[in-house]
């Protein structure tokens, strides 16, 4: 089956600074991807999706940024974080045969 | 936007109680889904139901899907302290697209 690997679990950034999160996939191939972001208490909110290497789909407008190198690599990205970028971010996959799998998160938080 | 409806927004019960969460839609979907989140942390799927059926089991997992009603239900019998989480219902439409609701969050006192 397929499986999700998302790191760091917790990260604790300054204003300003870079962001990258990593998502890695296993046991699949050609998933489609997705980044979302959970406010505390809220429901996720899809930030993007991937339907293969190097195709991105953002939903929203932000000061976030995505990319696929790979395919089965996913990466969340900033160059400079803001307090409203502080939450919980899921990578999640989804393939026929498996359906939608999701990472363990990270939480987020900007200072 | 297809974004869900879910009542109540916090329930708390006695273990041994049953628990029933509601979640109703707007447009069409393909399917719908229930996951489980504890205390943010990743999503754990419990139960898909396809927009054709009514009803499913799972364990002590009860959903249904009324259509015609755009709303679907969450029972959850005999609860457990174990089954404190929070609890999505998550409509999957056309394209594969996802859309959460903002959740229960279901407290289980022992």
């Known amino acids: 089956s397929q499986t999700i690997h998302q790191w760091p679990a917790t990260l604790v950034q300054p204003v300003g600074s870079p962001l990258s999160l990593e998502c890695t996939v296993e046991?699949?191939?050609?998933?489609?991807l997705y980044w979302y972001r959970q406010a505390a208490g809220r429901g996720l909110q899809l930030l993007f999706y991937?339907?293969?290497?190097?195709?991105i789909s953002s939903e929203v407008p932000q000061n976030l940024s995505a990319s696929r190198p790979q395919d089965r690599q996913f990466i969340l990205s900033s160059k400079k974080l803001l307090l409203s970028d502080s939450g919980f971010y899921l990578c999640?996959?989804?393939?026929?045969?498996?359906?939608?799998?999701f990472g363990s998160g990270t939480r987020l938080t900007v200072v | 936007s297809q974004q869900g409806e879910e009542d109540p927004q916090a329930l708390s019960i006695q273990e041994g109680e049953n628990a029933t969460m509601n979640c109703s839609y707007k447009?069409?979907?393909?399917?719908l889904q229930w996951y489980r989140q504890n205390s943010g942390r990743g999503l754990v799927h419990l139960i898909l139901?396809?927009?054709?059926?009514r009803e499913k089991h799972s364990g002590r997992l009860r959903v249904t899907l009324d259509t015609s009603k755009k709303s679907s239900s969450l029972l959850i019998t005999a609860s457990r302290a174990a089954d404190t989480a929070s609890y999505f219902c998550?409509?999957?439409?056309?394209?594969?697209?996802?859309?959460f609701g903002e959740g229960t969050q279901l407290t289980v006192n022992p």
């Open positions: 139901i396809r927009s054709n059926e």
């Open positions: 998550v409509k999957e439409t056309s394209g594969s697209r996802l859309t």
């Open positions: 046991g699949t191939s050609n998933p489609n």
């Open positions: 447009t069409s979907i393909n399917n």
């Open positions: 991937s339907v293969g290497i190097g195709q």
């Open positions: 999640a996959c989804r393939t026929p045969i498996y359906g939608y799998t």
